[in-house]
């Protein structure tokens, strides 16, 4: 594997920024309303690659419509009005040469209920194969074999593949929906509260397997639980009213905050 470029990250006032070259996503004076009602309002910031990058940031303060608008799951929501841009590798992710389905390969997401299908743990990994198509069973095999190991899971299941993914338990199922999206090979996962419907000891191997993905690929969490964020992400950007507040490496934004809004977020005298 090839080593990824280590971010240099500069910062201007209270929001860290990165150069493109070492950015996976860039989101340029993003602007989304629904039904007219702005959610969120012109965010310009910089994701790097192989990071692990948490979103923060009060209830309604937009960060799972920032987290589902970079895989354009907004698309099919006719109220939904944007302007700006957001581009994956240097492409802007609305232009008419990009597949929904392709994009959607490349940016993986993860819900917070873990959401299986009715099928075996096998099907579950193999589907996103199957709909690209053109694989051997052998090469099938492997494929799902790595990405249950990827999503450390294959001990646990490996001498039952064939079980319906429903009689795994909740954490085993949200590193199976982990596999799964691990399997087709995207370059960013995105994780919207993924550990939040978890047990605590579900939830630290799901955060260890986080912090162990990003040597393979960029990692975007929404989470509510900022000791989460802390423990998992390099970088934390704090929302707010549908604006980025502030950016920062995580140490810096939960020891020294710049700004006496973020300071009142994690110290808890705001919801
Ligand atoms: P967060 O994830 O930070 O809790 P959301 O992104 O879910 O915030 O919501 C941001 C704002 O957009 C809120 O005011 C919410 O009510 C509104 N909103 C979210 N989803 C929809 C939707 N599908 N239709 C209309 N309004 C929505």
Redesign the pocket.
């Known amino acids: 594997m090839t080593k990824p470029p280590g971010p240099l990250p500069f910062a201007t006032g209270s929001i860290i920024d990165f150069p493109a070259e070492a950015s996976c996503l860039q989101i340029e004076g993003l602007t989304l309303a ?2 007219g ?1 702005p ?1 969120l309002k012109g965010l310009t910031l910089r994701v790097p690659r192989h990071r692990v990058t948490a979103f923060i ?12 608008a970079l895989n354009r799951l907004h698309d099919l ?1 006719d ?2 009005s944007h302007a700006g841009r957001i581009l994956l590798e240097g492409q802007d992710i609305h232009a008419p040469e990009v597949a929904v389905d392709e994009l959607r390969r490349r940016v993986g997401m993860v819900f917070q209920v873990p959401n299986p299908f009715p099928m075996s743990i096998y099907e579950n990994v193999a589907f996103g194969l199957r709909l690209l198509g053109g694989m051997r069973k052998r090469q099938m095999d492997d494929t799902v074999e790595w990405a249950l190991n990827a999503a450390a899971l294959w001990d646990e299941v490996k001498d039952r593949l064939r079980a319906s993914a429903w009689s795994l338990s909740g954490g085993q199922q949200q590193r199976l929906v982990i596999a799964r999206s691990l399997a087709v090979r995207p370059e960013v996962l995105l994780l919207d509260e993924p550990a939040s419907a978890l047990d605590p000891i579900s939830t630290l191997k799901v955060e260890e397997l986080i912090r162990r993905l990003k040597s393979q690929l960029t990692l975007v969490l ?1 989470t ?1 639980n900022m000791q989460q964020a802390a423990r998992v992400s390099d970088y934390t950007a704090f ?1 707010q009213h ?1 604006e980025l507040v502030e950016y920062a490496p995580t140490d810096t934004l939960f020891t020294n905050p710049s700004l006496k809004s973020t300071e009142n977020y994690i110290t808890g005298r705001m919801a």
Not at 57 to 68: A, E
């Open positions: 629904y039904g009602k959610a940031g009060p209830s309604g303060c937009g960060k799972s419509t920032l987290l589902r929501n109220e939904v929404v509510h929302l549908g």
